[in-house]
């Protein structure tokens, strides 16, 4: 952690320099997905919006499919200034706050609707600025989905994942789940999944819709259920200092352009998962099943003990806050 605060320091002195007279300030969005994705159409608007927002004033240069630097690497980027913006997905900011694992608690939203309520809560925004001493400020949450589960035998209740290998991003808190389940986590990188499957080196993996259906899971597991066990979703983050030193307008007009980017993306990942779906459905090489409520309860309760275990990290507070935003009354 004394390396990361070391290069955030650095970056941020060389952010701050003062920039010739009249020349644009230049945003590097740096990610790792294909434009097509709900991240890259995203990154492309808020370049859209910022240039038209900040004529003259800023120039956002996108770089999509890693083009500058893969998932082990953008963290250390942005500390060093090399790129102003990423979008990593939730499960990676957890050396940085434990409070982010918060996400990947299972079965702890009821739907999407009620993660849109917590992200745009009191507690959910603090969760944007709770890396700010570490060098990184959140912009905005981006969602992709969520997360269903699949293997070659139907699972229907916690017993049905007993004994299987399943893949996961790098999460305690997700490997927990698996364990609880009576089953083993594997890590994998996102682009060794399909062979993972394939060759049976794991047994199965969750994911959204989009991303089984884009990936071709679907092709290798005859079994998919529609669990909406947990979120799978980004964060835009940002140098803090290089943000806090911007002057105000510039400020405001790429908050604007952040606002407009988030429903971009968060509507495109809302269309393409339902259309995934159906093409699944439609594909003929795979078995959707659908969680009965007396199935689910079964699923919650047998995960429940990873909150328990996770708590003290995360704190009781934060998930209460969440839980409350299952209601539509309560913020």
Not at 297 to 312: H, I, L, N, R, S
Request: proline content about 4%; hydrophobic content about 40%.
């Amino acid at each position: 952690m004394k390396k990361w605060l070391l290069a955030a320091a650095a970056g941020a002195v060389l952010l701050a320099g003062p920039s010739a007279a009249q020349q644009p300030i230049v945003i590097k969005f740096s990610h790792v997905v294909a434009e097509k994705t709900p991240k890259g159409q995203a990154a492309l608007k808020f370049k859209e919006e910022a240039e038209k927002l900040l004529p003259g004033k800023v120039k956002v240069e996108v770089y999509p499919s890693s083009q500058l630097f893969g998932d082990a690497k953008e963290m250390e980027a942005i500390a060093l200034g090399d790129v102003q913006m990423i979008a990593p997905s939730l499960s990676k900011f957890d050396k940085f706050t434990k409070k982010i694992q918060v996400f990947d608690l299972p079965f702890l939203f009821n739907d999407t609707d009620a993660i849109d309520r917590f992200q745009e809560s009191a507690a959910g925004k603090d969760l944007l600025k709770s890396m700010e001493s570490k060098g990184l400020l959140g912009l905005a949450f981006w969602h992709n989905g969520l997360k269903q589960i699949s293997a070659n035998k139907p699972l229907l209740v916690p017993e049905d994942a007993k004994g299987l290998k399943f893949r996961i991003q790098a999460s305690d808190i997700l490997a927990a789940q698996f364990q609880a389940l009576g089953a083993t986590p594997q890590k994998l990188a996102f682009s060794e999944v399909y062979q993972a499957l394939q060759t049976g080196t794991v047994d199965g993996q969750e994911n959204t819709w989009s991303n089984i259906y884009s990936q071709k899971f679907h092709e290798a597991q005859k079994h998919i259920t529609e669990s909406n066990h947990g979120a799978l979703d980004y964060m835009v983050v940002v140098n803090a200092k290089w943000w806090n030193g911007l002057p105000q307008d510039v400020r405001d007009g790429l908050t604007k352009a952040m606002t407009i980017a988030t429903k971009t993306n968060n509507d495109i990942a809302e269309r393409l998962n339902k259309e995934a779906l159906e093409k699944i459905k439609a594909s003929g090489t795979t078995t959707v099943h659908v969680l009965t409520p007396a199935q689910r309860a079964q699923w919650q309760k047998a995960m429940k003990p990873v909150w328990d275990k996770f708590e003290g990290q995360i704190g009781k507070d934060l998930i209460d806050a969440a839980l409350k935003s299952n209601s539509a009354k309560t913020n």
